[in-house]
């Protein structure tokens, strides 16, 4: 089976209780759309763990990006941007490993997918970008090294696909549209819940939300804040929520 997860956000034992709830096995492939680390309790222990699995494929989120720019770049602005956004326990776990285990994580992720525009499954063809598609048709997947500055902060940044107004898109990107017949778009970045099609199940938990007759998938939850983790499995469509403790359970 082939599942989607994104803006994991350190939630270590949230992502480890999706793994048990669909039985994850070698024979299965994980897409993480981005954002594993920054905001939660254990992201370099969760960066590491999927950097390892073999059949768990990371692609690199805008936390990610910050990151690969402060420390590998050695990017003052890039540094000071990240300590806006949460980096205090993804930096001081960082700092806790030895040089050649924080140069090793460093390269592993500089090499990481931006866009795979191309997976198939049962037929049908997914492309998947952490806030967005790129501006131009591309084939294969673009690599995080292999892209330019302004590709990677078109698609780590955007928010052009919070509101939607499919009119105002589809005039916008009718050419790009009609080159991806048939293809539905998987991203994160934004949580559903300050999206325009933003949904809930019971106990008003924000779910994987979709629009655009099915062809926009917006993954984000909320796990960064504490609210559920979720899965979308590719074959058969199934969502699968991690469980949060009892005292933050909402309604």
Not at 38 to 61: A, T
Not at 62 to 80: V, W
Not at 137 to 147: C, G, H, P, S, T
Not at 215 to 242: K, V, W
Request: with cysteine; glycine share 4%; proline share 3%.
């Amino acid at each position: 089976m082939h599942y989607v997860m994104s803006d994991i956000h350190g939630k270590y034992d949230y992502f480890m209780d999706i793994l048990k709830k669909i039985n994850f096995s070698d024979d299965d492939i994980l897409y993480i759309n981005g954002d594993v680390i920054d905001r939660g309790e254990q992201p370099i222990k969760l960066l590491k763990y999927i950097l390892s699995q073999k059949n768990m494929i990371l692609l690199i989120g805008n936390h990610e990006h910050m990151m690969l720019q402060a420390l590998l770049s050695k990017d003052e602005d890039a540094m000071y941007q990240w300590s806006c956004n949460g980096n205090e326990n993804t930096l001081k776990q960082f700092e806790e490993l030895t040089l050649v285990e924080q140069y090793s994580l460093l390269y592993d992720l500089s090499q990481c997918p931006l866009v795979i525009p191309n997976l198939v499954v049962n037929n049908r063809q997914y492309y998947i970008a952490h806030a967005t598609h790129l501006k131009y048709y591309i084939e294969d997947e673009l690599l995080y090294k292999d892209a330019s500055t302004s590709d990677r902060e078109r698609v780590l940044w955007s928010r052009e696909y919070a509101r939607l107004s499919p009119v105002e898109l589809y005039q916008k990107f009718s050419s790009l549209y009609n080159s991806y017949r048939n293809t539905t778009l998987i991203i994160g970045h934004t949580p559903v819940f300050k999206c325009s099609y933003g949904q809930k199940r019971s106990g008003s938990l924000p779910k994987i939300s979709r629009s655009s007759k099915g062809h926009l998938i917006n993954m984000d939850c909320g796990c960064a804040r504490s609210m559920p983790l979720g899965c979308l499995c590719l074959e058969t469509q199934e969502e699968f929520y991690a469980d949060l403790p009892s005292d933050l359970r909402l309604g």
